[in-house]
């Protein structure tokens, strides 16, 4: 994790570094609207701050409001008060809204715990880093967490809280998100545990400020208090604050294009948790795709949209504006249906060309990227291209109890063993010398390893996303009668006037739809 104070600042210093970018703090309290497009922004105090296109990213501020046991009081976050008027603008427009919730532990003061009595938590044994660029370097120097676990003695303190509980007492009533469940609630659902882990996770380099991961509640005060003291380590705590869970308002996002922008207001786009998601990179990578097309449609350029097999962000968003959600919707890799082609090592080569041609990558980044990619391909094809003797691949074979060879054999062949890594291929003289000649750096060298081993599946998926790509490329026409086509069934004609899918791959996502529903569409379009 980052150092928040110092990421906030980092960030700060970039956006005011940036040319042609203004900065207006205040709270926006309405939507101005011409007809179906949208043209501005009102702010709480009266301003009017007209507008091309208006991108909403609200987080939990929309009518949020705060829970801490039987208190209850406006807030967006601890300190922050809440964001009304938008949605009372947007439902007047005719957009549906609902209510999410989620909750956040107690900060506490480091220096009244006790860390020797809590198991360490080390950082990794080799850190790298998320950029491709030389500009960054690896971690040399990282603080560590601490693990501490509850008890039965915890949850009996805790259940005594339950009845002043607003998870168990009526006074919240929308979900919160499924897999960080607070811990009222994993006492509650998951009765037969006697502990569950608790992460002790420092805010930062230069804060005594820790965050207690795994210990969201919305109990009162006292009842955090006495139950957190009985865990190892926390018998002297002093809380900075206690935890709160947070209710919004957010807007189901099958009202949304593929681009995020709103199919009722032309230039008005959402992002994040307005779209009833969770998580920092699903909020992050809605802003950004939300701020491309909002940019593009400014400059009447062609949309942006990334493709489910080009992107987690493309799996993202097709998923919330075909399915939509109605609970706080997290990224996980099973959703997407080509991981193998969406892997963190290829990142760079799927989208570094792609933001090149929008203007975010410069010209360094790409370059950097293309010789990255000319670099594990030739390697590869030398593989292919070049045999190994027994003689001198057996020894290597034998120490790795894999099966000896009788003749000559293509190095690829013998790489793409499971149990065969590239360490072992770099002991052939002729590996060794390629890649000191080519000067081959770990990037390049891990590419090209997993360029070997995975090719058949990595073919495989590509194939199967070819096949879909063509159904992509069959485009919906824009306010489409469904009515017309009378051997749909019912719901999947009303689920198709709801959602106004754009292809006819989206079509066939949507729940409700079958594989029957998308022949008699393919027929009726000449297909």
Request: proline letters at 4%; hydrophobic letters at 35%; one cysteine or more.
């Amino acid at each position: 994790q980052s150092d928040r104070m110092r990421f906030a600042e980092e960030w700060r210093n970039m956006l005011e570094g940036t040319k042609n970018l203004d900065f207006y703090q205040e709270m926006v309290s309405g939507i101005i609207t011409e007809g179906d497009r949208v043209v501005g922004v009102r702010t709480s105090l009266g301003l009017e701050v007209r507008a091309k296109s208006v991108v909403l990213t609200n987080g939990t501020f929309l009518n949020g409001l705060i829970h801490i046991g039987e208190k209850q009081f406006g807030g967006g976050r601890a300190g922050e008060r809440a964001a009304t008027g938008i949605t009372k603008d947007l439902v007047d427009l005719g957009f549906e809204s609902g209510r999410m919730k989620t909750g956040t532990p107690p900060r506490v003061d480091g220096r009244s715990l006790d860390f020797s009595k809590m198991i360490l938590q080390p950082g990794d044994d080799d850190p790298q880093k998320f950029s491709y660029l030389d500009s960054t370097k690896p971690l040399t120097e990282q603080r560590a967490c601490h693990m501490s676990y509850t008890s039965n003695r915890v949850h009996d303190l805790l259940k005594e809280g339950f009845d002043r509980s607003p998870m168990f007492n009526g006074a919240i009533k929308s979900i919160g998100p499924r897999y960080c469940p607070s811990i009222e609630d994993k006492i509650n659902r998951f009765a037969d545990k006697d502990r569950h882990q608790l992460f002790v996770e420092p805010e930062g380099w230069n804060t005594v400020e820790y965050y207690i991961n795994g210990f969201s509640t919305s109990l009162p005060e006292d009842v955090q208090f006495r139950a957190l003291k009985e865990c190892d380590g926390f018998q002297n705590v002093k809380f900075f604050r206690p935890g709160y869970a947070i209710e919004y308002d957010y807007f189901p996002p099958t009202q949304l294009a593929h681009t995020l922008e709103t199919k009722l207001v032309s230039g008005l786009y959402f992002a994040g948790q307005i779209n009833g998601t969770t998580g920092y990179e699903e909020a992050a990578s809605q802003g950004l795709m939300a701020g491309i097309n909002a940019h593009l449609k400014v400059h009447e350029q062609d949309p942006f949209i990334l493709k489910r097999n080009e992107a987690y962000i493309g799996v993202l968003i097709d998923d919330l504006i075909t399915k939509g959600t109605e609970e706080p919707y997290r990224m996980f890799t099973s959703r997407a249906e080509y991981r193998t082609l969406l892997r963190q090592d290829n990142a760079d080569f799927r989208l570094t060309p792609k933001a090149f041609e929008l203007g975010l990558a410069s010209e360094e980044r790409l370059k950097q990227m293309e010789k990255k990619q000319k670099q594990s391909s030739n390697f590869v094809q030398f593989f292919k291209d070049t045999s190994v003797g027994p003689n001198e691949i057996n020894p290597i074979l034998k120490s790795k109890d894999s099966a000896t060879v009788g003749q000559s054999d293509k190095m690829f062949k013998v790489f793409s063993r499971p149990e065969i890594t590239m360490e072992d291929m770099r002991k052939i003289e002729a590996v060794s010398e390629y890649v000191e000649e080519n000067k081959l750096n770990r990037e390049e060298l891990q590419q090209a390893e997993i360029q070997v081993k995975y090719s058949g599946y990595i073919a495989k998926e590509k194939n199967n996303a070819d096949k879909l790509n063509r159904l992509e490329g069959i485009k919906i026409p824009k306010n489409f009668d469904y009515s017309k086509l009378k051997s749909l069934s019912y719901e999947a004609r009303e689920k198709l006037k709801a959602i106004q899918p754009t292809t006819v791959s989206q079509a066939s996502r949507i729940s409700g739809v079958s594989p029957n529903d998308i022949s008699v569409m393919l027929v009726y379009m000449g297909r």
